[in-house]
């Protein structure tokens, strides 16, 4: 071990202690978080500052749980799980269909069209919050899970990112099979996408979390307790409970719990549709 230290570059070494006190300092606030969601409140507001719990305790999650406090946790949930996978699998076939279009096929204007399209990443997001919103008044669907599934389907980045991995699919796929009389729709749905699924699930993994996380939109389109997100819930906690830490930071564990593992059991399809999407035309 001590021969394989001195061969060793000492760049090398810098960079990977570097990198270990860094992924220390990302992690100390993660631990001190859970740590605390196992504290009573006595223990938190004390006056020494502990990363271990002395006395362990399951108190906060039952009382997250509990129908005492009036929280509807596994109702937040349920809604959050929900709205994230039905949005996700929305914008996976919206923004599949449009990247073929631009990848696969010729019609005039195609690339301007791609251009004024990419243009439109410039322009903040949140711009389109109030024509949406009134939009979404008008046909009704306030505090319902449909106002926060449907708008934002057509993801400018989700077209670019599928349309580069098209891109690196050789075009000769696509001939063999119009030869055998397979249309647009049929090499679209049974050879680009199989072929295309490490970008698939990359932008799914994307979307589900940035789904799972908002809480600007759900925010304005939600007024009932009911209709609400496991994100907003959470947030409910800080003005309903007396600041009780433990139970807010009980309720953010299990907010992050799902999109967590989401990302660990696909991060390497994730990286591997990003790699692979560096592709040019």
Same mark, same amino acid.
């Given at each position: 071990?001590?021969?394989?230290?001195? @061969?060793?570059?000492?760049? @090398?070494?810098?960079?990977?202690? %570097?990198?270990?006190?860094?992924?220390?300092?990302?992690?100390?606030?993660?631990?001190?978080?859970?740590?605390?969601?196992?504290?009573y409140?006595?223990?938190i507001?004390?006056?020494?500052?502990?990363?271990?719990?002395?006395?362990?305790?399951?108190?906060?999650?039952?009382? *997250?749980? =509990?129908?005492?406090?009036?929280?509807?946790?596994?109702?937040?949930?349920?809604?959050?799980?929900?709205?994230? +996978?039905? @949005?996700?699998?929305?914008?996976?076939?919206?923004?599949?269909?449009?990247?073929?279009?631009?990848?696969? $096929?010729?019609?005039? &204007?195609?690339?301007?069209?791609? $251009?004024?399209? $990419?243009?439109? $990443?410039?322009?903040?997001?949140?711009?389109?919050?109030?024509?949406?919103?009134?939009?979404? /008044?008008?046909?009704?669907?306030?505090?319902?899970?449909?106002a926060?599934?449907?708008?934002? #389907? =057509? &993801?400018?980045?989700g077209?670019? #990112?599928? !349309?580069?991995?098209?891109?690196?699919?050789?075009?000769?796929?696509?001939?063999?099979? !119009?030869?055998?009389?397979?249309?647009?729709?049929?090499?679209?749905?049974? #050879?680009?996408?199989?072929?295309?699924?490490?970008?698939?699930?990359? %932008?799914?993994?994307?979307?589900?979390m940035?789904?799972?996380?908002?809480?600007?939109w759900?925010?304005?389109v939600?007024?009932?307790?009911?209709?609400?997100?496991?994100? %907003?819930? *959470?947030?409910?906690?800080?003005?309903?409970?007396?600041?009780?830490? +433990?139970?807010?930071?009980?309720?953010?564990?299990?907010?992050? *719990?799902?999109?967590?593992?989401?990302?660990?059991?696909?991060?390497?399809?994730? *990286?591997? &549709?990003?790699?692979?999407?560096?592709?040019? /035309?």
């Amino acid at each position: 071990m001590l021969k394989k230290l001195k @061969h060793l570059n000492p760049w @090398h070494l810098f960079l990977a202690l %570097l990198l270990i006190a860094l992924a220390f300092l990302w992690l100390m606030p993660l631990w001190f978080a859970v740590a605390t969601s196992f504290k009573y409140e006595a223990e938190i507001y004390g006056e020494t500052l502990t990363w271990i719990p002395k006395i362990p305790t399951l108190y906060n999650y039952e009382y *997250v749980f =509990s129908a005492r406090a009036n929280i509807q946790i596994l109702r937040w949930m349920l809604n959050s799980v929900f709205i994230s +996978g039905m @949005h996700t699998l929305l914008l996976l076939f919206v923004d599949s269909l449009a990247a073929y279009a631009y990848a696969r $096929m010729q019609f005039r &204007g195609r690339q301007s069209i791609f $251009m004024a399209l $990419m243009a439109t $990443m410039m322009i903040p997001g949140v711009i389109n919050f109030i024509p949406n919103y009134v939009i979404v /008044e008008k046909i009704g669907w306030l505090d319902t899970p449909t106002a926060m599934i449907i708008p934002g #389907l =057509s &993801g400018v980045f989700g077209i670019f #990112l599928l !349309r580069q991995f098209f891109l690196g699919i050789p075009k000769e796929i696509d001939e063999s099979a !119009r030869i055998d009389g397979a249309g647009n729709f049929t090499i679209y749905s049974r #050879l680009i996408l199989p072929l295309a699924k490490p970008a698939l699930l990359a %932008l799914a993994i994307l979307t589900f979390m940035g789904s799972w996380n908002d809480y600007l939109w759900p925010l304005i389109v939600t007024n009932r307790d009911e209709a609400k997100t496991l994100t %907003l819930g *959470v947030a409910l906690l800080f003005s309903r409970y007396n600041y009780q830490r +433990g139970v807010i930071l009980a309720g953010t564990c299990l907010a992050a *719990v799902p999109p967590a593992l989401f990302f660990i059991f696909g991060q390497r399809y994730f *990286v591997q &549709g990003i790699t692979f999407a560096a592709v040019k /035309e």
